[in-house]
């Protein structure tokens, strides 16, 4: 059984969170800077050969009312990029409230989430991750 990344994808940074060999548990992995797209894909295909990833799993960021937003339409052109690129299943999965909740989290132990933004892509990263990973798990 191979592991599960989970993507959180942003114009200048995204985060990345890998399951458990297991896929029981989701943690925060690294958070890539870019800006080049050809760079990024490398930068993802490496961790999913290191890592033996079978399936990635990408925020989606719909908004609050369940609206398609500036920011979903990026998403999927980017998960469409990444679909043609890398040869195993990419699935979405709603990430709303995703990067709040990582900011409390990072709040909550002392860190300055202001100084601290690849932390917060990463962190996110592993809560919708761990999202996906307990609902895979329930089913």
Do not use: C
Not at 19 to 30: C, E, G, K, M
């Amino acid at each position: 059984m191979g592991r599960l990344l989970g993507i959180d994808f942003g114009l200048k940074r995204v985060g990345v969170a890998i399951s458990d060999p297991t896929n029981v548990i989701a943690f925060p992995l690294t958070t890539v800077d870019w800006e080049d797209d050809d760079y990024l894909m490398l930068q993802i295909d490496n961790l999913v050969k290191e890592y033996e990833v079978e399936t990635i799993v990408v925020g989606y960021p719909i908004g609050m009312k369940g609206q398609i937003t500036k920011q979903t339409k990026l998403v999927d052109d980017f998960i469409g990029r990444l679909a043609e690129h890398i040869q195993i299943p990419v699935k979405k999965i709603d990430e709303r409230l995703s990067s709040v909740e990582a900011k409390r989290t990072l709040q909550d132990v002392g860190i300055e989430v202001s100084k601290n933004r690849g932390e917060v892509d990463k962190i996110a990263s592993a809560i919708f991750l761990q999202t996906y990973l307990d609902k895979m798990n329930k089913d």
